[in-house]
């Protein structure tokens, strides 16, 4: 149980244009989905935090006009990049929690996005 | 500020034992995680300290103590496939995961 599942795996754009990734939650409802982004040899940086049916939690210097994220339901959160720019390029992966109090937050397999 | 360290790069051979530390200061505590993450994949839970002590799972066992703000995961038998980075994460008053930069361990045979 517990899984999350991430689509794309990887995309590839161009500059200028937008790519949405979706990441849901298959087997449990997930009250709470965080969306993280990771540079080469670098740790997660949490980007948002979103709550189905809530406006997310954007973490300082994460352009929230950039970086939207809708939390529809409780098994999907989407995050759309607008706009993208090579620097935009990263690896970002989402994870979801059930509640609060249970600890564990589960991972889904994360999206590789390359800008041209 | 809230911080996590944990030393960047360690090696160790097939077999052996390793310890790999992290040290935190945070607003608040509500649990110590430690994930596995092998390059280009996405983390996976090994462990979760919330109250002091040895927590042992299989070859992996995580130590906490909340007043030295100090844990530490421990690492048996290694193997090959154990070459990972190893992240250390602490949840924080609001329930936020505040996560350190990560351990990149090396095996050698």
């Known amino acids: 149980g517990a899984v999350v599942s991430q689509h794309p795996s990887w995309v590839i754009c161009k500059s200028g244009t937008s790519v949405k990734i979706e990441c849901r939650s298959l087997d449990f409802q997930a009250t709470t989905m965080f969306w993280y982004r990771q540079f080469p040899k670098q740790s997660l940086m949490l980007m948002a935090t979103s709550n189905e049916g809530s406006k997310a939690t954007y973490e300082q210097g994460v352009e929230k006009d950039k970086f939207l994220i809708n939390h529809a339901s409780l098994t999907l959160s989407t995050l759309t990049v607008t706009s993208a720019h090579p620097e935009d390029s990263s690896f970002y992966i989402c994870?979801?929690?059930?509640?609060?109090?249970?600890?564990?937050?589960?991972f889904g397999p994360g999206t590789r996005l390359t800008v041209t | 500020g809230q911080n996590i360290d944990q030393p960047t790069e360690m090696t160790a051979t097939e077999g052996a034992i390793v310890q790999i530390n992290c040290t935190y200061q945070t607003s608040g505590f509500n649990g110590l995680f430690w994930y596995q993450q092998h390059a280009g994949e996405a983390p996976t839970f090994l462990s979760y300290?919330?109250l002091d002590g040895l927590e042992e799972k299989g070859r992996f066992s995580s130590f906490l103590s909340r007043s030295k703000g100090y844990s530490y995961l421990l690492l048996k038998e290694l193997q090959m496939k154990d070459s990972a980075s190893y992240l250390c994460?602490?949840?924080?008053?609001?329930?936020?995961?505040?996560w350190g930069a990560g351990t990149k361990l090396i095996i050698k045979p």
């Open positions: 300290n919330v």
């Open positions: 994870s979801a929690r059930v509640r609060p109090e249970v600890p564990e937050q589960y």
């Open positions: 994460a602490v949840r924080d008053s609001n329930y936020q995961l505040i």
